[in-house]
Each structure stands twice: as structure tokens, then as C-alpha cells.
């Protein structure tokens, strides 16, 4: 099976052992919404792929995560000013319930998903690392 991502390297390490990276280096892999997209589709096809038993998390560069890119989220958080509170609250509501989904389906990967994480991981990170098995974390 083939995993191609603009976001995310994946790759087969040998041993039935998949390694999935957070490929945005410059941006300090900040989590956009297509990212996050990524994140969710490679976890749900690792999930069936017989060919994978275990999956390590990582991040490339000099930081694991910086947490989502919110200049990129809040841009397609755009209300419009004649929406009443509740119709303003579904629209804010909506990349939420994305994120979560995103996140629970590395949690509902029945592979083990071991995160190693260095340097830098905050925001929305930890809300990604906890969704692993196992995580690893070292300064360097």
C-alpha cells in the first residue's frame, strides 16, 4: 500500500514496523487543517494495513510540534456578522469535532503508535501525543 502525503513522510522501516513523520520542518510542523487531514487518513489505512504491527510518531527538523497553526484555523473561522451566537457557535464548533476526529483515530488504531517526541511539543501536540500508546521524549 502506498502513502503518499504533502504533510507527512511514511515509510516502511523493515519488521512490519511503520514510521509516520510530521514533514512541515520550517513551520515548526504546526498542524494546518490539511495536516491534520493527513493525520487522520494515514492512521485509518495503517489501521487495516497488514503489513503494519507497529507505528512510530515523529516529528522532522528541530521540533516535534509547535501545536496547530491557528493564523491558518482561525482564517476559515471567518463569522459573518449577521449569524445569531447559535449558527456563530456551529461554525466554530465544526473544526473542534475535526480535530477530535483527527486525534481518535490514532487513539482507535488497534497498532501500537509509540510517539517520539523532541524539542518542542505544545498546544495541540500533547493533545496529539496523547492519543499514542507509548510516549518517548527527549530534549535533543
Do not use: W
Not at 35 to 46: A, K, M, N, P, W
Not at 103 to 128: N, Q, T, W, Y
Amino acid at each position: 500500500m502506498a502513502y503518499s502525503y504533502q504533510y507527512l513522510l511514511v515509510s516502511d522501516i523493515g519488521n512490519n514496523v511503520f514510521h509516520v513523520q510530521l514533514n512541515r520542518p520550517k513551520q515548526l510542523n504546526a498542524m494546518n487543517m490539511e495536516f491534520l487531514s493527513e493525520i487522520g487518513d494515514v492512521f485509518t489505512r495503517l489501521d487495516t494495513d497488514s503489513e503494519c504491527r507497529v507505528i512510530i510518531l515523529s516529528g522532522a527538523g528541530r521540533a516535534f510540534t509547535a501545536g496547530l497553526d491557528l493564523p491558518s484555523i482561525s482564517a476559515s473561522l471567518v463569522l459573518e456578522d449577521t449569524l445569531d451566537i447559535a449558527r456563530k457557535g456551529r461554525v466554530v464548533d465544526a473544526p473542534a469535532q475535526f480535530l477530535a476526529h483527527t486525534f481518535s483515530s490514532i487513539e482507535k488504531c488497534c497498532k501500537p503508535v509509540i510517539a517520539a517526541v523532541h524539542a518542542i511539543c505544545i498546544g495541540g501536540g500533547i493533545d496529539l501525543i496523547s492519543a499514542c500508546d507509548i510516549r518517548y521524549c527527549t530534549s535533543d
